[in-house]
């Protein structure tokens, strides 16, 4: 007995879905927010739902969010707008508008090795930078919230986590690590986002199941504006 009908529209995540048919337990699904379109709706959940956990994370009203033109990043931004921050996102030089279009007060590019100002708190989806780094821009009793970009070679990458913890108590900011958590609660409070008008999907593009191998290396290459989806809707391109 579950909540929903046959053929009701619903989203929520679990693994394996690059995949005709997928069985998913009804728990871990709610109904899809009507204004997206069921690509829209597939990107949402892994995404949105770190980026909804990592502003919550956050503390005070300033906040720098690095990786900000990624796939978590373009929702940290406007989760972060939605409850009244004041954004600078750091992105790339080809995505700054799409960083100022989502409501990023002011933009940093990475690739100038812009970093700079002082913070309330560090949302650090993307980069790596050094604590030191994270402490030039954090003010006394700021908040680094820790989402990715670990890339260290102990501990399955999570070094750099371990390291930040451990160095927590010698330092004048406070240290997060944000592990994703799938709830319905999560999801349900994305859904009155998005329906509300304050959070949307970027999709850079839909590919069709057959070319999943092309939309990672896609994310991969750096060339995605947003987030890229597989979608069943999408015919195979024909062979040559
Ligand atoms: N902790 C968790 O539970 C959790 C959950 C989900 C994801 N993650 C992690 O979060 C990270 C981001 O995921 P995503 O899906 O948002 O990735 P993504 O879509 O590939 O976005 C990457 C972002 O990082 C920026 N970037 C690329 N190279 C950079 C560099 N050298 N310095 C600074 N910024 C750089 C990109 O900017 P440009 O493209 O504009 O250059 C883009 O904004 C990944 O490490 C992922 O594993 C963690």
């Known amino acids: 007995m579950t909540a929903f009908e046959p053929g009701d529209e619903v989203f929520g995540r679990h693994g394996g879905t690059c995949a005709e048919l997928v069985a998913v337990p009804a ?22 739902f770190t980026a909804l956990q990592a502003v919550r994370a ?17 929702y940290a931004v406007q989760i972060a707008k939605a409850r ?40 650090d989806v993307y980069g790596n930078p050094s604590l030191k780094d994270c ?27 371990l390291r930040a913890l451990l160095a927590a108590p010698f330092r004048h900011f406070k240290v ?3 592990v994703h958590k799938d709830s319905r609660d999560g999801l349900l409070a994305l859904k009155d986002l998005i329906e509300a008008g ?3 999907p970027v999709l850079d593009r839909v ?13 991969r290459r750096g060339e995605v504006r947003g987030q890229a989806v597989v979608s069943l809707a999408v015919p195979p391109a024909p062979r040559r």
């Open 27 to 48: 728990a871990q699904l709610v109904a899809k927010p009507a204004n997206l379109t069921p690509a829209q709706a597939a990107a949402v959940p892994l995404s949105a």
């Open 58 to 74: 956050a503390t005070g009203r300033e906040l720098l969010i690095s990786g900000a033109s990624g796939g978590v990043g373009t």
């Open 84 to 123: 009244g921050a004041e954004v600078t996102g750091i992105r790339g030089p080809a995505k700054a508008d799409l960083v100022r279009d989502l409501g990023a007060d002011r933009v940093l590019d990475h690739t100038r090795g812009e970093w700079g100002g002082r913070y309330d708190s560090l949302i």
């Open 135 to 161: 402490g030039r821009v954090l003010k006394p009793g700021g908040a680094l919230v820790l989402v990715g970009g670990t890339g260290g070679k102990w501990f399955m990458g999570t070094d750099r986590w």
């Open 176 to 178: 997060k690590v944000l």
């Open 198 to 200: 304050d959070v949307r």
């Open 207 to 219: 590919y069709p199941l057959d070319e999943v191998p092309r939309a990672i290396e896609a994310v």
